[in-house]
């Protein structure tokens, strides 16, 4: 059956009597499908949210209407997703407290396009061309996963929270991850939640082919966790000999951490957790502190060592983070590495900066400040590395919400054996954020098959394997160390050689296929 010959449901006489009705619904269907984000994983509320928004772009008289109804999912799905940021914001309350609604509602308002483009495509092509009933949730798949790649590379991109990261709750669906890509899982996630639509569309006699149809479309699912499944049960645990890291997460509230009085309490707060009586299983090699857990502003000229390099292992390495100045006056987020003399050994400079939080994009128009600490803006680094020190396998150095930006982790022409991300996610307290930052960490341990050092000034700091498992964590607030094995990196994945380039195509064939038919239909009816 196709979309031409089913009746009209929603048509002109009820979006012009009730088009609240209809909005209210999209906003309501957003809000729902936002529940299956992490941490709340409420999953029925993706398959009603997303049913819900594809009956509308169905139903929608106009592809315009439907765009719009789309971005308005998009805001509740947005608003409910991303509303930890406005936590940053209360951190210097008296000066930024007004902002946090305008930040709140402008991002999601912003994001919001995406979900709006991808109602707009689908709406628009099924008003050109007859569509297969059935074909409806693979087109739907298609524009949001073209919708969400976008989303990562506009502007710099913002791709948290992706469709994928709703599987936090299996690791074995996330397995497929590791050749399909958290892109390909949203795809097929996207397809399987909105196909119980045709179940309310299909007004044929045969019930049974829309049955069909969505359990089609639907068995994916339990294919991957199958698949995952024996993958784990087949997996190994096994860690590099020599080496043990101690993760320090000292849980330095955001409001106080840059305080003149109290920045040495907090060194000595952190030195005395990094030389802590060794546990069971004997004495670090290699103390890591979370991002600018170092107070103090470091220069390339740098004199005696500093009072930090106390807490260094003997032989070994501390890796922190803090903010460097280099010889030419640029400012960077930095991590850097010092052996137990006090010298640097290596540095590697965050690349992927957060507008307004470390620079101010239009700064001359714009009349307030970056959220972080000093006045200028940071400079962006390089971009990928990987850095090598005695004593440890290489690794890339991530900081931040670099993590979320799947392929764009590790320099792929010299693959590291893990990867360190430090982080400081104080700034959003006790909400979602946190929790959200950490599952986007698993997926790249399994898109890449490396492990993922995470460490966090207020946690959630994580010892994760290559298979995305989390074998150590400090939850939440909590202060303490973490002493860990590093986990050994499996073979190079298909990820790793193709990346998200395979499923985008995918995608933008789908819907370059549907728009070549929408010509050729043009071009007969002309004719």
Not at 251 to 278: M, Y
Not at 441 to 464: C, D, K, Q, W, Y
């Amino acid at each position: 059956m196709s979309i031409a010959e089913l009746p009209e449901v929603g048509g002109d006489a009820e979006e012009n009597t009730y088009p609240w009705r209809r909005r209210g619904f999209a906003l309501f269907f957003g809000i729902l499908a936002a529940t299956a984000l992490p941490p709340f994983y409420f999953l029925p509320g993706l398959w009603i949210g997303f049913s819900g928004l594809l009956y509308l772009c169905v139903t929608a008289q106009h592809w315009r209407r439907a765009a719009f109804e789309g971005w308005i999912f998009g805001l509740g799905w947005f608003a409910l997703g991303l509303y930890w940021i406005g936590y940053a914001f209360l951190v210097d309350a008296a000066q930024y407290a007004y902002l946090m609604p305008f930040a709140v509602i402008g991002i999601s308002v912003a994001m919001a396009i995406y979900p709006a483009l991808a109602c707009g495509a689908v709406s628009w092509i099924i008003r050109q061309t007859p569509v297969r009933a059935y074909l409806l949730p693979i087109l739907f798949a298609a524009a949001w996963s073209v919708s969400e790649w976008l989303r990562g590379i506009v502007l710099t991109g913002f791709p948290w929270n992706p469709l994928a990261s709703i599987w936090g709750i299996s690791d074995e669906i996330l397995q497929t991850i590791s050749w399909l890509s958290a892109l390909g899982l949203g795809f097929v996630t996207a397809a399987a939640c909105s196909a119980p639509v045709l179940l309310i569309l299909d007004k044929s006699a045969s019930r049974r082919q829309a049955w069909i149809a969505v359990v089609a479309l639907t068995i994916a699912l339990p294919i991957f966790w199958g698949v995952g499944w024996m993958r784990l049960s087949h997996s190994d645990t096994a860690t590099h000999d020599g080496i043990l890291l101690r993760l320090v997460q000292p849980s330095i509230p955001q409001h106080l951490k840059w305080k003149a009085d109290l920045r040495q309490g907090h060194l000595l707060k952190q030195l005395a957790l990094s030389n802590r009586t060794e546990g069971p299983a004997g004495p670090p090699t290699h103390v890591i502190w979370a991002e600018t857990n170092v107070p103090y502003l470091i220069t390339d000229d740098s004199g005696p060592p500093a009072p930090w390099a106390a807490g260094v292992p003997t032989n070994g390495h501390m890796i922190f983070g803090a903010p460097r100045r280099d010889a030419a006056g640029q400012v960077y987020n930095s991590l850097l590495a010092i052996n137990d003399d006090g010298d640097i050994k290596a540095t590697f400079d965050k690349f992927h900066l957060v507008p307004f939080g470390e620079y101010v994009p239009l700064r001359g128009w714009l009349p307030f400040d970056k959220l972080t600490e000093g006045r200028g803006d940071f400079t962006a680094g390089a971009g990928p590395e990987t850095i090598t020190l005695a004593g440890l396998p290489p690794f890339a150095a991530i900081i931040c919400y670099e993590v979320i930006f799947s392929g764009n982790v590790v320099d792929a022409d010299n693959r590291p054996e893990w990867i360190l991300n430090i982080t400081n996610d104080a700034w959003f307290g006790p909400s979602t954020g946190p929790r959200q930052h950490l599952v986007q960490a698993r997926l790249r341990a399994i898109e890449e098959g490396l492990p993922v050092v995470r460490v966090a000034n207020t946690g959630i700091s994580a010892v994760i394997d290559p298979y995305g498992r989390i074998r150590n964590s400090l939850d939440l607030g909590m202060i303490g160390i973490i002493d860990a094995p590093l986990p050994e990196a499996l073979p190079p994945t298909v990820f790793s050689h193709v990346g998200q380039l395979p499923m985008l195509l995918i995608s933008v064939l789908i819907l370059m296929g549907a728009a070549v038919m929408c010509w050729i239909r043009r071009r007969q009816h002309k004719n």
